[in-house]
């Protein structure tokens, strides 16, 4: 790979992480036992996945950047189980938003 094709990506890396502080900028700038009180249930449920789903991701990666086949490894099931998760919660607001649809 050339010097200016790894510069561009090292470019694009630098605004996507930018993009991503400024998005989570809410939520780091105060302790999570802070934030979570204030959630409700199905808002906490999606925070806590958020949080899980980040942090199995970012392991994927420095497991991939390592040279560790990360399809072999155990990550791959925990974030497969997160997905689940994840699923069950969009199903759990999809419920939620027809039956306040139908109380309404």
């Not at 105060?30 to 942090?55: D, G």
């Not at 086949?69 to 974030?79: R, V």
Request: aromatic share 4%.
């Amino acid at each position: 790979m050339s010097d200016k094709k790894v510069s561009k990506h090292v470019d694009q890396l630098a605004v996507a992480v930018d993009q991503i502080q400024t998005a989570l900028g809410p939520i780091l700038s105060q302790p999570l036992n802070e934030i979570l009180p204030k959630l409700t249930p199905i808002q906490r449920c999606e925070l806590e996945a958020l949080v899980v789903y980040s942090i199995d991701t970012l392991f994927w990666i420095y497991l991939k950047v390592n040279g560790v086949p990360p399809k072999e490894h155990p990550i791959m099931k925990e974030l497969q189980r997160v997905q689940r998760y994840i699923e069950k919660i969009n199903k759990a607001k999809a419920q939620d938003l027809r039956t306040t649809k139908v109380d309404a």
